[in-house]
């Protein structure tokens, strides 16, 4: 069975980047923007968490800083799955059973 992290546990890559990047570089959010040509508005919204990395941004990312793109997606993608886990209950899906006799090969007319 794996491990599941518990969703408050989950960090955005926005607010690592914020701190870890943006903030630790002395920027301000409109100068860490234009180098990486992309708005202000957009940035503060990923620093922000109020939006999710995407891959266009984690190559910028990589490309100005040096930091691996695949590694902040694989952050992205533990923190939505972290924050869908929160909520997994509330989610009513039965398990898919194929009927008993069924051909997976059959041809469907």
Do not use: C
């Not at 989610?91 to 090969?105: G, I, K, S, T």
């Amino acid at each position: 069975m794996a491990l599941k992290m518990h969703h408050s546990l989950a960090t955005h890559p926005g607010d690592w980047l914020k701190t870890e990047v943006v903030e630790a570089h002395g920027l301000k959010v409109g100068e860490a923007a234009g180098h990486l040509g992309v708005s202000r508005q957009t940035l503060s919204k990923l620093l922000n968490a109020g939006q999710g990395l995407t891959a266009d941004m984690a190559i910028r990312v990589e490309k100005a800083f040096g930091i691996s793109a695949d590694t902040l997606m694989r952050m992205q993608t533990t923190f939505d799955m972290a924050k869908a886990r929160g909520h997994e209950k509330e989610l009513e899906v039965e398990p898919y059973r194929a009927a008993r006799h069924a051909d997976p090969f059959a041809r469907v007319a």
